[in-house]
Structure formats: C-alpha cells, structure tokens
C-alpha cells in the first residue's frame, strides 16, 4: 500500500511569487531611485561632468567623506570588538545601561547627535575648553606663554569645526553596527575552544589570533562594511560639527546639498555618482574579504 504524501505547508508563498515581490519591491525602493540618479547624471555632456566631478572643491570633499569613513569605521572595528567582548563575557555593575547605549545613535535623531557632539566639544563646551592650549594651561595652572604651557601646546586638539569634529561624529555614529554584528557571534563561540588552546600551551595572544579572530573576522567585516557605509552618507550629525569650510571640512554630501541649492540637479547627480561607484567598489573589495574570510574558516557552508 502506497504512503500517502503529506503536503507540505508553508506560511509564505513559492520560490516564484516570494522572488517577484522581493524584486518589485526592491526595484521600487533601491532600483529606480538608483537609475534616477545615473538617468539625471547623463544629462551633463562627458566634459562638463568631468568638470563636475574634478572641482578642487569637491575633490577635497572626497578625500574628507572617505578618508575619514574608513578610518572612523577602523576604529570602530577595534573598540566595537572590544566593547562587544566586554559585555559577552563579563559582568560589572551597569551592564545592561551601557549595553542600551550602545543603541543610542540608532535611536537619537542625527541633528540632535550633532549639536550635542558640537556642544560638547566647541571651545566652550565642557570638553572642547579643556582641548585647545588655553584649557590645557589651565588645568596644568601654567600661563599659555610659560615654558610648561608652550610644551602642552602640541598635544591640543580643537575638536569642533575642524576635521576631527567630523571624524567623531562619524565614530559616534558607526560603533554600533560593529558592536551589534559581532556580539551575536562572541555568544556563540564556545568557551571550551578558549580552554582548549590554552591546555596545549597556547599564550593569550595566540588564542585570540588563531581561535578567536578566524570566528569573529567576517562578522567584524561586515561591521566595518555597515559602519562604513553610514559614514559616507552621513550628514545631519555631520554639518553642525564640522565647520564647512571649502577645501578643510565639508563633506560631499554637503557638496550635493550644495548644489541643489543653486539651483544644479545634474552637477548634484554626478557628485551622487561618483559616491555611488567609489562606495560600491569598496563595499565589492569588503565583501569579497569577508566571503574569503568565511571559506577560510569553513563558515560559507
């Protein structure tokens, strides 16, 4: 006697109908937002958006954007780990407050994350009045012009209006998507793989080199990917720290913004290209580390 079939019972349609409305969607959210951009790019004859796009001005607002994307998201990729590995295996007092902050510039608006940043750090702030050589002299309770004063000099920094005001208001906003991408993966790893290394004579560093970091890399990668990605289209926890000063500290997304003021759409859209092509080739090279990273250490199957 034949076994009847049982049918099986899922709660989302087919592989056909599922696909369709994942492709209509995305078509409509990503793609023809996308096509619009190059569509109103292609407006502009290959000359003028050459000259578009090669402005002393607006080439210096891509070496800004990504220079300091990457090495906002660098830094984010250290400390993230760092702080995901604190709050996976130990307990302090406090935990689970500093466990909700780390969410924080998710849920805090970006003008709101930048005039805090920028109050904070400006000469007056609470901060930025002990960074600049004055502060720094006080606090040591020497004149700026002594022999002491003049020495604590070099190691001021004026945060706020400059680059490095961008460059923290870019970590602020980044660490979370490290911290978040790598936490899941540190409670995962066993502590018997730890144990383990540490029994066949294995020292701290290379426990963490050889079991710890091959497990942790490509979810580390793609933190840096998201923390990278979000800070090179930043903008609100951006403007209010940065200054804007041609050729020192604007952005391009400033730049666009710019632009469209001029009123000139399509200078704004080849700006948007040229962002677009440069975030999708680094973003390609991140994904292919993280792919080879996952082969590497088996966890593509």
Known sequence: MATPRIRQTRVLPGF????????????IIVLLP???????????????????????RVVASYKLSFGLSLAAAALNAVFGLTLAWCLVRYRFPGKKLVDALVDLPFALPTAVAGIALTALYAKNGIVGQYL??????????????????????PFSAKVAFKPLGIFVALVFIGLPFVVRTVQPVLEDLDVELEE????????????????????????LLTGFALAFARAVGEYGS???????????????????????????YAGATAIAVVMLLISFVLLFIINGLQAWASRRTGRDR
């Open 16 to 27: 056909g109908p599922t696909l369709g409305y994942t492709l209509f969607w995305l078509s």
């Open 238 to 264: 951006v403007i209010f720290i940065a200054g804007n000063i041609p050729l020192v500290s604007e952005i391009t997304p400033l730049m666009i913004f710019i632009k469209l003021e001029q009123p000139d």
């Open 132 to 153: 600049d050589p004055d502060g720094l002299a006080r606090v040591a309770l020497f004149a700026k012009d002594s022999a002491i004063g003049q020495f604590l000099e």
């Open 34 to 56: 996308l096509a619009a951009v190059f569509i109103r790019a292609s407006e502009l004859s290959l000359e003028e958006f050459w000259t578009a796009v090669t402005a002393p």
């Open 196 to 219: 383990a290394a540490v029994s066949l004579g294995a020292g701290r560093l290379q426990t963490f080199l050889r079991v710890i970091v091959p497990v942790v890399l490509p979810a």
